[in-house]
């Protein structure tokens, strides 16, 4: 079992549709949670940061974690022709455990279509 | 401007040849990763190196060599020994030793002739 997993899609909604991406772990060590948004033939950007549990809130981006259910969300309102990318998770243990390596999910691909 | 710059853009591979993919950064991070990239495969991690001069293996170093001789550059070099180098090959860097948070170069695409 990959110790992040993440449907890789492909995903297709209209321009203005709610997106929900999401991750399961395994590691319950995982404290610090990421996604990164990555163009076509191009380097992954970081996104969204979270640490331990709770939500988080970018403009039209809304990160979640739920520790106990080993499952993060990433959520797009509004969502826009722009936003059509692979979509990253990625996860890290605690500082100090593993000298700062990410583990990521393969990644969801989205398509926002006018 | 401050970020990672990875060279060349393409690279091309005849076969038992050593080539060598470049990786810059003038962020002033500490450490430095090297990530590769297959359809549908997400990143698995090949090299990375916390300090100048000492560096770590990831899942998937077979084929693979490193150097960190200087702190803004961390160049990988693909040897004959990887027998299926074809792939999307991402260089990024962090802050600090244990910093979550990995920055990413606009990687190199090698391909095999």
């Known amino acids: 079992q990959k110790e992040v997993e993440q449907d890789p899609g492909p995903l297709s909604v209209p321009e203005g549709a709610i997106v929900s991406l999401n991750c399961t772990y395994s590691?319950?060590?995982?404290?610090?949670f990421m996604w990164y948004r990555q163009y076509s033939r191009k380097g992954p950007e970081l996104l969204m940061y979270?640490?331990?549990?709770g939500n988080k809130e970018d403009g039209r981006f809304t990160a979640q974690v739920d520790k106990s259910s080993k499952y993060i969300s990433l959520f797009i309102r509004d969502s826009q022709p722009s936003d059509s990318a692979t979509y990253l998770c990625?996860?890290?243990?605690?500082?100090?455990?593993?000298?700062?390596?990410?583990?990521f999910g393969r990644g969801t691909q989205l398509t926002v279509w006018p | 401007d401050g970020g990672i710059t990875q060279s060349p853009k393409y690279l091309f591979r005849k076969e038992g040849q050593n080539v060598t993919l470049s990786c810059e950064q003038n962020?002033?991070?500490?450490?430095m990763y090297w990530y590769r990239q297959d359809p549908g495969q997400g990143l698995r991690l090949i090299y990375y190196?916390?300090?100048?001069?000492?560096?770590q293996k990831g899942d998937i170093a077979e084929g693979y060599s490193v150097s960190r001789e200087k702190k803004e550059s961390f160049p990988l070099t693909v040897t004959s020994a990887q027998k299926n180098p074809t792939a999307f090959y991402l260089c990024?860097?962090?802050?600090?030793?244990?910093?979550?948070?990995?920055?990413f170069g606009p990687g190199t695409r090698l391909l095999v002739l």
């Open positions: 990024a860097s962090s802050p600090d030793r244990d910093q979550e948070t990995q920055y």
């Open positions: 590691n319950s060590a995982f404290q610090y």
């Open positions: 979270t640490y331990s549990s």
């Open positions: 990625a996860m890290s243990r605690p500082r100090g455990s593993t000298l700062g390596r990410l583990y």
């Open positions: 962020l002033n991070h500490d450490a």
């Open positions: 190196s916390q300090i100048v001069n000492d560096f």
